[in-house]
Protein backbone atom coordinates (compact mmCIF):
# COMPACT_ATOMS: atom_id res chain seq x y z
CA UNK A 1 0.00 0.00 0.00
CA UNK A 2 3.14 2.61 0.62
CA UNK A 3 4.72 1.52 -1.93
CA UNK A 4 1.17 2.36 -4.26
CA UNK A 5 1.13 5.67 -2.40
CA UNK A 6 4.45 6.84 -3.41
CA UNK A 7 4.51 6.00 -6.69
CA UNK A 8 1.65 7.63 -7.50
CA UNK A 9 2.56 10.90 -5.49
CA UNK A 10 5.99 11.11 -7.10
CA UNK A 11 4.00 10.38 -10.19
CA UNK A 12 1.43 13.43 -10.17
CA UNK A 13 4.39 15.63 -8.73
CA UNK A 14 6.14 14.52 -12.39
CA UNK A 15 2.97 15.56 -14.23
CA UNK A 16 2.98 18.80 -12.38
CA UNK A 17 6.46 20.03 -13.50
CA UNK A 18 5.70 19.29 -17.24
CA UNK A 19 2.45 21.66 -16.73
CA UNK A 20 4.44 24.41 -18.40
CA UNK A 21 5.02 22.36 -21.85
CA UNK A 22 2.55 21.41 -24.29
CA UNK A 23 1.36 17.42 -23.64
CA UNK A 24 0.64 14.85 -25.80
CA UNK A 25 -3.17 13.51 -26.20
CA UNK A 26 -2.06 10.62 -23.88
CA UNK A 27 -1.20 12.84 -20.90
CA UNK A 28 -4.60 13.61 -19.93
CA UNK A 29 -5.88 9.96 -19.46
CA UNK A 30 -2.25 9.53 -17.58
CA UNK A 31 -3.12 12.28 -14.90
CA UNK A 32 -6.61 10.89 -14.26
CA UNK A 33 -4.99 7.41 -12.74
CA UNK A 34 -3.90 9.26 -8.61
CA UNK A 35 -7.87 10.56 -9.27
CA UNK A 36 -9.13 6.89 -10.00
CA UNK A 37 -6.54 6.01 -7.29
CA UNK A 38 -7.88 8.70 -4.38
CA UNK A 39 -11.39 7.75 -4.89
CA UNK A 40 -11.27 4.30 -4.46
CA UNK A 41 -8.26 4.37 -2.00
CA UNK A 42 -11.12 3.36 0.84
CA UNK A 43 -11.62 0.27 -0.66
CA UNK A 44 -7.75 -0.64 -0.83
CA UNK A 45 -7.79 -1.67 3.08
CA UNK A 46 -10.34 -4.54 2.39
CA UNK A 47 -7.98 -5.26 -0.40
CA UNK A 48 -5.34 -6.04 1.49
CA UNK A 49 -6.86 -8.42 3.80
CA UNK A 50 -7.43 -10.82 0.66
CA UNK A 51 -4.31 -10.35 -0.70
CA UNK A 52 -2.48 -10.00 -3.29
CA UNK A 53 -5.75 -10.97 -5.93
CA UNK A 54 -7.82 -8.09 -3.46
CA UNK A 55 -5.29 -5.44 -3.64
CA UNK A 56 -5.39 -5.66 -7.73
CA UNK A 57 -8.44 -5.41 -7.86
CA UNK A 58 -8.06 -2.61 -5.60
CA UNK A 59 -6.25 -0.20 -8.32
CA UNK A 60 -8.71 1.50 -10.25
CA UNK A 61 -10.39 -0.22 -13.72
CA UNK A 62 -9.93 1.18 -17.01
CA UNK A 63 -13.90 1.23 -16.94
CA UNK A 64 -13.60 4.12 -14.55
CA UNK A 65 -11.07 5.80 -16.42
CA UNK A 66 -13.24 5.91 -18.86
CA UNK A 67 -16.35 6.95 -17.60
CA UNK A 68 -14.18 10.18 -15.32
CA UNK A 69 -12.78 11.29 -18.78
CA UNK A 70 -15.91 11.62 -20.33
CA UNK A 71 -17.65 13.30 -17.67
CA UNK A 72 -14.99 15.59 -17.76
CA UNK A 73 -15.68 15.72 -21.29
CA UNK A 74 -19.06 16.63 -20.89
CA UNK A 75 -18.44 19.39 -18.46
CA UNK A 76 -16.23 20.94 -20.87
CA UNK A 77 -18.07 20.40 -23.76
CA UNK A 78 -20.96 22.33 -21.65
CA UNK A 79 -18.94 25.20 -20.70
CA UNK A 80 -18.13 25.69 -24.15
CA UNK A 81 -21.50 26.05 -25.66
CA UNK A 82 -22.23 28.48 -22.09
CA UNK A 83 -19.23 30.80 -23.46
CA UNK A 84 -19.98 30.81 -27.22
CA UNK A 85 -21.35 34.23 -28.00
CA UNK A 86 -25.38 34.06 -28.70
CA UNK A 87 -26.47 35.98 -31.85
CA UNK A 88 -29.60 38.52 -31.31
CA UNK A 89 -31.30 36.21 -33.73
CA UNK A 90 -31.04 33.35 -30.74
CA UNK A 91 -33.64 35.26 -28.69
CA UNK A 92 -37.35 33.82 -28.75
CA UNK A 93 -39.48 36.05 -30.52
CA UNK A 94 -41.31 37.43 -27.64
CA UNK A 95 -37.80 38.98 -26.45
CA UNK A 96 -36.73 39.84 -29.53
CA UNK A 97 -40.20 41.94 -30.53
CA UNK A 98 -39.82 43.50 -27.08
CA UNK A 99 -36.22 45.10 -27.63
CA UNK A 100 -37.61 45.86 -31.21
CA UNK A 101 -39.87 47.65 -29.95
CA UNK A 102 -37.99 49.79 -27.49
CA UNK A 103 -35.57 51.27 -29.96
CA UNK A 104 -35.92 54.63 -31.29
CA UNK A 105 -36.02 55.53 -35.09
CA UNK A 106 -31.90 55.76 -35.43
CA UNK A 107 -31.38 52.23 -33.35
CA UNK A 108 -33.96 50.62 -35.68
CA UNK A 109 -31.97 51.83 -38.65
CA UNK A 110 -28.93 50.61 -37.25
CA UNK A 111 -30.16 47.36 -36.79
CA UNK A 112 -31.65 46.66 -39.92
CA UNK A 113 -28.22 47.21 -41.49
CA UNK A 114 -26.77 43.81 -40.26
CA UNK A 115 -28.25 41.08 -42.07
CA UNK A 116 -31.71 40.39 -43.75
CA UNK A 117 -33.75 38.88 -41.24
CA UNK A 118 -33.22 41.78 -38.92
CA UNK A 119 -34.17 44.34 -41.83
CA UNK A 120 -37.30 42.55 -42.40
CA UNK A 121 -38.26 43.04 -38.83
CA UNK A 122 -36.91 46.40 -38.40
CA UNK A 123 -38.61 48.15 -41.32
CA UNK A 124 -41.82 46.61 -40.46
CA UNK A 125 -45.08 48.71 -40.16
CA UNK A 126 -45.89 47.30 -36.98
CA UNK A 127 -42.96 48.87 -35.21
CA UNK A 128 -42.69 52.22 -37.19
CA UNK A 129 -46.36 53.26 -36.65
CA UNK A 130 -45.88 54.14 -32.64
CA UNK A 131 -43.10 56.22 -33.92
CA UNK A 132 -45.14 58.17 -36.48
CA UNK A 133 -47.86 58.38 -33.87
CA UNK A 134 -45.83 59.76 -30.92
CA UNK A 135 -44.13 62.38 -33.26
CA UNK A 136 -46.51 62.84 -36.23
CA UNK A 137 -49.36 62.10 -35.22
CA UNK A 138 -51.08 65.47 -34.02
CA UNK A 139 -50.03 67.24 -37.26
CA UNK A 140 -51.15 64.55 -40.28
CA UNK A 141 -54.03 64.70 -41.31
CA UNK A 142 -55.70 62.39 -44.16
CA UNK A 143 -54.94 65.14 -46.40
CA UNK A 144 -51.20 64.92 -45.95
CA UNK A 145 -51.35 61.06 -46.02
CA UNK A 146 -53.15 61.23 -49.40
CA UNK A 147 -50.35 63.77 -50.80
CA UNK A 148 -47.58 60.90 -49.39
CA UNK A 149 -49.59 58.78 -51.90
CA UNK A 150 -49.05 61.49 -54.61
CA UNK A 151 -45.57 61.84 -53.83
CA UNK A 152 -44.57 58.94 -54.07
CA UNK A 153 -46.49 57.93 -56.87
CA UNK A 154 -45.03 60.98 -59.00
CA UNK A 155 -41.12 60.18 -57.21
CA UNK A 156 -41.63 56.26 -58.45
CA UNK A 157 -38.85 56.90 -61.06
CA UNK A 158 -37.19 59.65 -60.06
CA UNK A 159 -33.70 60.35 -58.21
CA UNK A 160 -34.98 61.39 -54.90
CA UNK A 161 -36.77 58.20 -53.55
CA UNK A 162 -35.72 55.56 -56.18
CA UNK A 163 -33.49 52.73 -55.07
CA UNK A 164 -31.81 50.92 -57.35
CA UNK A 165 -29.83 47.14 -57.04
CA UNK A 166 -26.67 48.89 -57.07
CA UNK A 167 -27.55 51.83 -53.92
CA UNK A 168 -29.17 49.25 -51.72
CA UNK A 169 -30.98 49.69 -48.60
CA UNK A 170 -28.45 51.53 -46.30
CA UNK A 171 -27.90 53.99 -49.10
CA UNK A 172 -31.44 54.88 -49.38
CA UNK A 173 -32.20 55.44 -45.81
CA UNK A 174 -28.53 57.60 -45.82
CA UNK A 175 -30.07 59.62 -48.39
CA UNK A 176 -33.41 60.63 -46.46
CA UNK A 177 -31.81 60.41 -42.80
CA UNK A 178 -31.01 63.86 -41.68
CA UNK A 179 -28.42 62.82 -38.43
CA UNK A 180 -24.52 62.57 -39.31
CA UNK A 181 -24.96 59.47 -36.95
CA UNK A 182 -25.64 57.48 -39.77
CA UNK A 183 -22.52 58.16 -41.78
CA UNK A 184 -20.23 55.39 -40.28
CA UNK A 185 -22.88 52.95 -40.93
CA UNK A 186 -22.94 53.13 -44.57
CA UNK A 187 -20.60 50.17 -45.98
CA UNK A 188 -22.72 47.45 -46.50
CA UNK A 189 -22.21 43.91 -48.83
CA UNK A 190 -23.99 44.85 -51.90
CA UNK A 191 -24.67 41.38 -52.09
CA UNK A 192 -27.15 41.91 -49.39
CA UNK A 193 -28.79 44.85 -50.10
CA UNK A 194 -32.30 45.17 -51.38
CA UNK A 195 -34.44 47.99 -53.02
CA UNK A 196 -36.88 48.81 -49.60
CA UNK A 197 -40.74 49.25 -49.97
CA UNK A 198 -41.09 52.93 -50.44
CA UNK A 199 -44.88 52.65 -49.62
CA UNK A 200 -44.06 52.08 -45.69
CA UNK A 201 -44.57 54.02 -42.63
CA UNK A 202 -41.00 53.78 -42.33
CA UNK A 203 -40.31 55.54 -45.35
CA UNK A 204 -42.84 58.53 -44.44
CA UNK A 205 -41.01 58.70 -41.39
CA UNK A 206 -37.90 59.17 -43.44
CA UNK A 207 -39.05 61.43 -45.33
CA UNK A 208 -40.86 63.85 -43.07
CA UNK A 209 -37.83 63.83 -40.84
CA UNK A 210 -35.44 64.90 -43.45
CA UNK A 211 -37.73 67.37 -44.47
CA UNK A 212 -38.14 66.51 -48.38
CA UNK A 213 -41.60 65.62 -48.09
CA UNK A 214 -44.33 68.39 -47.47
CA UNK A 215 -47.50 68.36 -46.28
CA UNK A 216 -50.40 70.15 -45.69
CA UNK A 217 -51.61 70.93 -42.49
CA UNK A 218 -52.44 74.25 -40.58
CA UNK A 219 -50.60 77.05 -38.62
CA UNK A 220 -52.04 79.19 -35.72
CA UNK A 221 -51.57 82.72 -35.69
CA UNK A 222 -49.93 82.79 -39.30
CA UNK A 223 -47.02 85.03 -39.95
CA UNK A 224 -45.78 84.77 -36.85
CA UNK A 225 -48.89 86.30 -34.80
CA UNK A 226 -49.26 88.97 -37.49
CA UNK A 227 -51.88 91.27 -35.67
CA UNK A 228 -54.46 90.58 -38.33
CA UNK A 229 -54.33 86.87 -37.91
CA UNK A 230 -54.74 86.28 -34.16
CA UNK A 231 -56.79 83.47 -32.80
CA UNK A 232 -56.73 82.05 -36.26
CA UNK A 233 -55.53 78.99 -38.04
CA UNK A 234 -54.85 78.85 -41.83
CA UNK A 235 -53.95 76.18 -43.96
CA UNK A 236 -50.31 75.73 -45.79
CA UNK A 237 -47.70 73.54 -47.00
CA UNK A 238 -45.72 72.84 -44.26
CA UNK A 239 -42.39 71.42 -44.42
CA UNK A 240 -39.74 70.25 -41.50
CA UNK A 241 -36.54 71.61 -40.93
CA UNK A 242 -33.87 68.81 -38.67
CA UNK A 243 -31.56 71.14 -38.01
CA UNK A 244 -33.70 73.60 -35.87
CA UNK A 245 -36.70 71.31 -35.06
CA UNK A 246 -38.92 73.79 -36.41
CA UNK A 247 -41.16 74.14 -40.03
CA UNK A 248 -41.35 76.05 -42.59
CA UNK A 249 -45.06 77.10 -43.71
CA UNK A 250 -45.99 78.32 -47.86
CA UNK A 251 -49.26 80.33 -47.96
CA UNK A 252 -51.07 79.43 -50.78
CA UNK A 253 -51.75 83.62 -52.40
CA UNK A 254 -54.02 86.09 -50.87
CA UNK A 255 -55.81 87.52 -53.62
CA UNK A 256 -53.23 89.44 -55.67
CA UNK A 257 -50.69 88.62 -53.18
CA UNK A 258 -47.94 86.34 -53.55
CA UNK A 259 -47.33 82.77 -51.88
CA UNK A 260 -46.01 84.05 -48.56
CA UNK A 261 -43.39 81.74 -46.94
CA UNK A 262 -42.97 81.53 -42.68
CA UNK A 263 -40.31 79.66 -41.26
CA UNK A 264 -39.09 78.83 -37.89
CA UNK A 265 -42.27 77.48 -36.54
CA UNK A 266 -42.40 75.98 -33.82
CA UNK A 267 -44.52 72.28 -32.81
CA UNK A 268 -47.15 74.06 -30.82
CA UNK A 269 -47.99 76.78 -33.68
CA UNK A 270 -49.41 73.58 -36.15
CA UNK A 271 -52.18 70.96 -36.17
CA UNK A 272 -53.70 68.31 -38.15
CA UNK A 273 -56.55 69.64 -40.38
CA UNK A 274 -59.66 68.62 -37.95
CA UNK A 275 -62.30 68.44 -41.13
CA UNK A 276 -61.12 67.32 -44.47
CA UNK A 277 -62.40 70.62 -46.09
CA UNK A 278 -60.45 72.45 -48.44
CA UNK A 279 -59.46 75.95 -47.67
CA UNK A 280 -61.17 77.59 -50.46
CA UNK A 281 -64.27 75.55 -49.88
CA UNK A 282 -67.35 75.82 -47.44
CA UNK A 283 -67.64 73.48 -44.97
CA UNK A 284 -71.24 72.48 -43.90
CA UNK A 285 -72.12 73.20 -40.72
CA UNK A 286 -74.10 70.28 -38.67
CA UNK A 287 -74.55 71.76 -35.36
CA UNK A 288 -75.84 74.79 -35.67
CA UNK A 289 -79.09 73.26 -33.91
CA UNK A 290 -76.64 72.41 -31.05
CA UNK A 291 -75.05 75.60 -30.58
CA UNK A 292 -75.95 77.21 -26.70
CA UNK A 293 -74.64 80.47 -25.10
CA UNK A 294 -71.06 79.92 -23.93
CA UNK A 295 -70.02 77.30 -26.54
CA UNK A 296 -66.52 77.55 -28.12
CA UNK A 297 -66.57 77.12 -32.02
CA UNK A 298 -64.60 77.31 -35.03
CA UNK A 299 -65.71 79.66 -37.86
CA UNK A 300 -64.93 79.98 -41.33
CA UNK A 301 -63.68 83.95 -42.25
CA UNK A 302 -61.96 84.87 -45.46
CA UNK A 303 -61.53 88.58 -46.37
CA UNK A 304 -62.73 88.50 -50.13
CA UNK A 305 -64.20 85.72 -52.76
CA UNK A 306 -60.74 85.13 -53.91
CA UNK A 307 -59.01 84.55 -50.56
CA UNK A 308 -58.86 80.83 -48.84
CA UNK A 309 -60.65 80.48 -45.92
CA UNK A 310 -59.46 80.39 -42.40
CA UNK A 311 -60.37 79.20 -39.08
CA UNK A 312 -61.60 81.86 -36.70
CA UNK A 313 -61.91 81.22 -32.41
CA UNK A 314 -64.87 82.55 -31.00
CA UNK A 315 -67.52 81.69 -28.52
CA UNK A 316 -71.55 81.49 -28.53
CA UNK A 317 -73.08 84.78 -27.34
CA UNK A 318 -76.55 85.85 -25.66
CA UNK A 319 -79.00 87.84 -28.20
CA UNK A 320 -79.44 91.30 -26.85
CA UNK A 321 -82.84 90.89 -26.00
CA UNK A 322 -81.28 88.11 -23.08
CA UNK A 323 -80.04 89.34 -19.98
CA UNK A 324 -77.63 86.15 -19.31
CA UNK A 325 -79.33 84.53 -16.57
CA UNK A 326 -79.14 80.88 -17.33
CA UNK A 327 -83.17 80.11 -15.47
CA UNK A 328 -84.25 82.32 -18.01
CA UNK A 329 -82.11 82.07 -21.27
CA UNK A 330 -83.82 81.01 -24.36
CA UNK A 331 -81.60 81.93 -26.85
CA UNK A 332 -80.70 78.51 -27.77
CA UNK A 333 -84.14 78.54 -29.25
CA UNK A 334 -83.74 81.14 -31.67
CA UNK A 335 -83.23 81.06 -35.15
CA UNK A 336 -80.36 83.91 -34.63
CA UNK A 337 -77.08 83.14 -33.36
CA UNK A 338 -74.58 85.42 -31.72
CA UNK A 339 -70.91 84.69 -32.03
CA UNK A 340 -68.52 86.99 -30.13
CA UNK A 341 -64.24 87.28 -30.79
CA UNK A 342 -63.59 88.52 -27.49
CA UNK A 343 -60.14 88.92 -29.17
CA UNK A 344 -61.10 92.72 -30.01
CA UNK A 345 -62.39 95.43 -28.25
CA UNK A 346 -66.00 96.20 -26.93
CA UNK A 347 -67.31 98.51 -30.02
CA UNK A 348 -65.28 96.88 -32.64
CA UNK A 349 -66.33 95.89 -35.98
CA UNK A 350 -64.81 92.44 -35.48
CA UNK A 351 -66.15 91.38 -31.91
CA UNK A 352 -69.58 89.80 -32.87
CA UNK A 353 -71.21 88.65 -35.85
CA UNK A 354 -74.79 87.25 -35.87
CA UNK A 355 -75.66 84.25 -37.84
CA UNK A 356 -79.07 82.19 -39.04
CA UNK A 357 -79.57 78.65 -37.67
CA UNK A 358 -81.60 77.68 -40.35
CA UNK A 359 -80.28 78.83 -43.51
CA UNK A 360 -76.65 79.74 -42.53
CA UNK A 361 -74.25 79.23 -45.59
CA UNK A 362 -71.59 82.31 -46.51
CA UNK A 363 -72.51 85.60 -45.01
CA UNK A 364 -70.58 89.29 -44.98
CA UNK A 365 -69.84 92.01 -46.92
CA UNK A 366 -66.30 93.00 -48.80
CA UNK A 367 -66.21 95.36 -46.05
CA UNK A 368 -65.91 93.30 -43.35
CA UNK A 369 -65.34 89.91 -44.86
CA UNK A 370 -67.05 86.83 -45.39
CA UNK A 371 -68.23 84.11 -42.41
CA UNK A 372 -68.35 80.54 -43.63
CA UNK A 373 -68.92 77.48 -41.78
CA UNK A 374 -69.10 76.66 -38.01
CA UNK A 375 -67.22 73.79 -36.09
CA UNK A 376 -68.38 73.14 -32.27
CA UNK A 377 -65.45 72.71 -30.24
CA UNK A 378 -66.05 69.80 -28.16
CA UNK A 379 -62.46 68.49 -27.03
CA UNK A 380 -60.98 70.66 -24.13
CA UNK A 381 -57.77 70.00 -25.73
CA UNK A 382 -58.55 71.88 -28.10
CA UNK A 383 -59.94 74.50 -26.63
CA UNK A 384 -56.80 75.08 -23.90
CA UNK A 385 -54.97 75.64 -27.54
CA UNK A 386 -56.98 78.31 -28.65
CA UNK A 387 -56.83 79.92 -24.95
CA UNK A 388 -52.80 79.60 -25.14
CA UNK A 389 -52.74 81.46 -27.97
CA UNK A 390 -54.46 84.08 -26.65
CA UNK A 391 -52.83 88.26 -27.41
CA UNK A 392 -51.51 89.70 -24.52
CA UNK A 393 -53.57 93.19 -25.81
CA UNK A 394 -56.63 93.19 -26.86
CA UNK A 395 -57.08 93.74 -30.51
CA UNK A 396 -58.68 97.17 -31.88
Same mark, same amino acid.
Given at each position: ????????????????? @????????? &??????? $????? !???????????????????????????????????????????????????? @????? @???????????????????????????? #?????? /???????? !???????????????? #?????????????????????????????? #??????????????????? +? @?????????????????? /?????????????????????????????????????????????????? &? &?????? $??????? *???? *??? $??????????????? $????????????????????????? +?? *????????????????????? +???????????????????????????????? #???? /?????
Amino acid at each position: MLFFLVTSLSFLFFLNS @LSLKPLPLW &ASDVKLL $PLCFF !KELSFSFKALKKGIFGLFCAFPSMSSIMSIKQGISTLKFENAQENEPLSVLD @LPELA @LDCILEKLSPSGLCSLAAVCSSLRERCI #SDYLWE /RHMKQKWG !KILSPAAYREWQWFIA #SRHNSSTLKVDESKGFIKFICSVWPFTWFE #SNKRVNNKDSITPLVDSVM +S @LYLALESGKFSFPAQVYN /RENGHVGFKLSCYDAEISYDPQTDTFRARYPPHGRRAVAMETGIQWERLR &A &APIDTP $PHDLHTS *DCLN *DLH $PGDHIEIQWRRNKEF $PYGWWYGVVGHLESCDGNENYCRCH +SN *DTVVLEFNQYTPGSRWRRTII +SRKDHREEGNESDGFYGGIRKLHKSEEIATWK #SLWP /RDILE
